[in-house]
């Protein structure tokens, strides 16, 4: 089962839609062991469960709450659009039908 909180997103700001976009769990997977903190102590310092953490990096969780992300980033010297991937390519043209 795939978690989804409301978040304010970096395009939240700008009043676009954040529908398309997702946790970077992979980003946050390279974050963390760059940073050298394990799962354990980063549930620790920002007040969550290990395994809220593990589903986090798993990809269970694709939005998490606004205070665990502002959490995590703060301790793994992040700003706030860096954990953040688009799961589709935005279209700006606004053809849905995939061309033809």
Do not use: C, N
Not at 72 to 94: C, F, K, M, N, Q
């Amino acid at each position: 089962m795939v978690y989804f909180y409301p978040m304010d997103t970096p395009r939240a700001h700008h009043g676009e839609s954040d529908e398309d976009l997702i946790f970077d769990r992979d980003a946050f997977r390279k974050a963390r062991r760059r940073a050298g903190v394990t799962l354990a102590e980063l549930a620790q310092a920002t007040g969550t469960s290990e395994s809220g953490m593990k589903k986090l990096q798993a990809g269970y969780r694709l939005r998490p709450r606004q205070s665990t992300y502002r959490s995590i980033i703060a301790r793994l010297g992040l700003s706030y659009g860096d954990l953040w991937v688009e799961t589709t390519p935005r279209d700006t043209h606004g053809d849905t039908t995939g061309g033809a």
